[in-house]
Every structure is written in C-alpha cells, then in structure tokens.
C-alpha cells in the first residue's frame, strides 16, 4: 500500500482518538486540577509505552542529539502541558460540543504557521479555507449573529479552547521539522512508540511542578469508577495510542495534510457530546461549526488538485511525444524507416 495513503489513515486514527479527549475531560472537569488530569493520564500512558519501547528506549536516548531533544520537549509543551491545560480551563466555561467545534480552527492555524516558520507558498484555495474558519469561529462566538446572548466567561472558555488549537497546530508543526531533522541526523530511524514515551515523559514532568498547589490526592479520593474510567482512558487511548498514530502519520505525510485531518477532532467531539454527554448544538453552531469544516476542506484537499493536474499533464505530454513519433516515422520513406527502427 500506498505510504501516503497509510500516513492518513494513521492520522485519521489520531485525530479521531484526540478528539474524544474533550468528552473523557468533561468527566472530570470541576471535579480535579487540569495538571492533575494530565498527570493522572500521563502515568497510565507512560505505564503502557513503556514496556512496549524496552531496550528501544535507552538507544535512541543515546543517538538522539541535543537539538532533537529540545524539539521534543517543545511538543510536550505544546502537544500536551498547553494543550490540556488550555482545553481542560476552557471546559470550565462552555460545553464540550462547542469546545469541539473550536478545535476546528486547528487546520487553518497550522496552515498560517506553515507559511510562516515553514514558508509555505499561499494559494487562494488556502486563503479561503483560513477565512472560512475565521468567519466559522466568529460566528460560534455570536459575532456576526444577531441576538448574541454569550456571557463574558462563556465567551472566555471558547478563547481558551481556541489557545488550545493554536497549541495543537504548533505542535503539529514542531512535529514534521522533529521528523525531518530526527531522519537527517539519527543513524536509525526513530519508533512512534519510543518518541510517544520520550513526550509524555518530558510532559509528565512539567505538570508535577504545578499538581501539589492543586491538593491532588484528596481531590483523587473523592472521585468515583466512571471518573477513573475516564482517566485511563484519557491515558490509554488519548495519549498513548493517539501519539503512536499521529507519530506514525506525520514522518509519512506533510504538515498540510496533517492540518486538514486534524479537522476529525471537532468532527468526533459533536458527534459525541450529543451522544454520551446529551448536549443540544443550535443552528448557530451548526452553521459555524459547516464554516469551520468547510475551511478544512479546501485547505486539504488542494495538494490532490496539485497532484492531479500533474498526473494529467505528464499524461498529455507522453501523447504528444507519441504524436511526434508516429508523424516522424510516416514521414521517413521505407528504407530511412527501416533504419531508424534498427
């Protein structure tokens, strides 16, 4: 199979685990500390990466070189500590239907930081698609609506639920110049398993600096099976399984394609806030939350138009090269054809 192809289906994977992340949050939001959350999810993915990396582990700690662990401690940063940190705040204050639709700002952010830190070339297509989401995320707020009845702190979760995306997207983008720079400089090729532990690790330890103030262990006594539930899954499938996928996605695909399916985040996260969570989402978010798609949709789909009209002119090429041969050979009298075919 297809290498591209195997990269979007690890990346549909993660990003479609990544967006039940804010379903597992609503559980035990209000009930313990953001760095407790991630803390309490981190140790079950690490108990679960872990023994799957081995001796694995200590080798690539040793090729790995100083720039390489830096970009890693900027993902868990990024891909973690600010990420949950922000969302997990940001649940406080607005639901987990609408918190999801934000992160659908994700593609269009990561597109901009593409074409800032990258220099990625800007077309219309990817103009419009970051416009899209803009006017999306403008009218989840009640911008451009009439009869905007948003609270100030309502309004306030949703600006935290969007810090959390531009987190995700830089993340994103510290992930592909992490695979790049890691494939250049490492005499072996890196495993997701192993960079999945080696992240939430350095993750871990920024969030022990901060659980003490948040009174950690009476707040864990007090919580019940299905917030514990929740953690393990927040560990197991959010964090663990979530960064293999994403892992193995990212080295095979570009970070344009990679923002495009980061849209199945807000996707997962409606379908089941209304499912699991019973939350009603009005035809303001509806109508945002198409925007926010739509955004996705023309930001990721313009590297197939590329590859097709390329596909189609090596096409149109070849026919005429054929042309070309068949009028020289009809043109060549008998004898001069016979030679030229020998």
Known sequence: MNESIIGKVYLICAFSLAGTSV??????????GAFT????????????????????????????????????????????????????????????????ILTGATPAITAIFAMVVLREPISGRKLSGILCTVGGILIIHGVLTPGNDLSLEHIGGNILVLCAAVSESAFNTLSRI????????????????????????????????????????????????????????????????????????????????????????PFTSMLLSTAVLGESVHCQQWLGGLLVIAGMILIGTEGIDV??????????????RKWIFLSMKQALPQNASLAFRS
């Open 37 to 100: 959350i991630t803390a309490v999810s981190l140790f079950f993915s690490l108990a679960i990466l872990a023994p799957l990396c081995g001796k694995q582990l200590v080798r690539y700690i040793k090729l790995m070189s100083s720039r390489n662990f830096l970009f890693l401690s900027l993902q868990a940063l990024c891909g973690i500590f600010l990420f949950r940190m922000f969302l997990l705040s940001g649940l406080n204050y607005t639901s987990a239907g609408e918190a999801g």
């Open 307 to 320: 590859v097709s009209s390329v596909l189609k002119h090596k096409k149109t090429e070849g026919k005429k």
């Open 178 to 265: 992490s695979a790049v720079k890691s494939k250049a400089e490492l005499k072996e090729s890196s495993s997701p398993i192993t960079q999945s532990a080696i992240v939430s690790a350095i993750a871990l330890v920024l969030c022990l600096i901060s659980v003490p103030f948040e009174h950690p262990l009476h707040r864990l006594s007090g919580i019940g099976l299905m917030e514990w539930m929740a953690l393990l899954w927040y560990g197991v499938f959010v964090t663990a399984l979530a960064f293999i996928c994403w892992y193995s996605g990212i080295k095979r695909c570009n970070v344009f394609t990679a923002a495009a399916f980061s849209g199945m985040m």
């Open 23 to 32: 379903i597992s949050a609503k559980f035990v939001t209000g009930k313990l």
